[in-house]
């Protein structure tokens, strides 16, 4: 187990019994809540161009204005 | 929303709020920065990074203090080998709950949630019968 793994491991136990929390949001949380800050921008990065949404002309193709 | 997921919000965010210490009319001050760094000037107050990062510059925030003291109050956080400061998760939302446009509203629930997480209490520690 990553010491990552580990960390968002914690964070489970930690919020688990969070009211109003879906499985799956649990997850979401305890992985970002685990995450360095550069760990987090990183992602954020990765998720932009999964989508296809980094730059301002590939957002225009899908009506974003900016 | 960029400090807030640098802070653990699971957002996304498509461009970067700066908060600068000028007065709004000062702001081809800032422009000529980026511009110098082979930025596209988008709107006054917004350029384009030569990677394609959108970057807003702030000379306000909303529903909260003035700068010096938001900034004497601003978490530090190490983030791409700098020290950079950033405004609390309470602060950021407290200045969209004054905003509350609708894009706002997403952003208050996953602020809140994050915040009533991180004070969720650290489970005591298992220790090994001997």
Request: net charge positive; aromatic share 8%.
């Amino acid at each position: 187990m990553s010491h990552m793994d580990k960390k968002v491991a914690q964070w489970m136990e930690r919020i688990k019994d969070y009211p109003g929390l879906e499985e799956d949001e649990q997850y979401m949380f305890a992985r970002s809540l685990a995450a360095t800050p550069d760990q987090r921008w990183e992602w954020m990065q990765k998720t932009l161009h999964s989508l296809d949404l980094h730059t301002r002309s590939s957002r225009r193709k899908y009506g974003f204005k900016s | 929303m960029g400090a807030a997921a640098l802070q653990g919000v699971p957002v996304v965010t498509l461009d970067t709020d700066i908060w600068v210490n000028l007065n709004s009319r000062q702001y081809m001050r800032v422009m000529n920065l980026c511009l110098q760094d082979g930025a596209t000037m988008l709107s006054k107050t917004v350029v384009e990074l030569k990677d394609g990062h959108l970057v807003n510059f702030l000379y306000e925030v909303h529903g909260i203090n003035g700068f010096a003291y938001e900034y004497g109050r601003a978490e530090k956080i190490k983030w791409l080998g700098l020290e950079i400061r950033v405004l609390p998760l309470r602060r950021i939302l407290k200045s969209k709950q004054f905003i509350l446009r609708d894009k706002d509203l997403a952003h208050i629930h996953l602020l809140e949630k994050t915040l009533g997480l991180q004070n969720q209490k650290k489970p005591a520690n298992k220790r090994k019968k001997r």
